[in-house]
């Protein structure tokens, strides 16, 4: 299992990958979570970055 040390929040616009700024692909989504919280995969060969990101309620 994946141990993730960070959890990055979104809103409106498309996730960026927090390592290089490419677009991601969403991996495991647990909306039905009161936190709405994803699982992403940078789509970029060379980072191939995985991270959690939880709805921005504000």
């Known amino acids: 299992m994946i141990e993730y040390k960070e ?3 979104y ?8 390592q290089c700024g490419n ?3 969403i991996l495991l989504d647990f909306y039905f979570l009161p936190e709405k ?4 995969k940078c789509l970029s060969k060379n980072c191939k970055t995985e991270f959690i990101t ?3 309620i504000e």
Do not use: I, L
Request: charged share 25%; glycine share 0%.
């Open 7 to 9: 959890v990055y929040t």
């Open 11 to 18: 809103n409106d616009q498309p996730v960026t990958c927090p």
């Open 23 to 25: 677009r991601t692909e």
């Open 37 to 40: 919280t994803q699982v992403h």
């Open 54 to 56: 939880q709805e921005d």
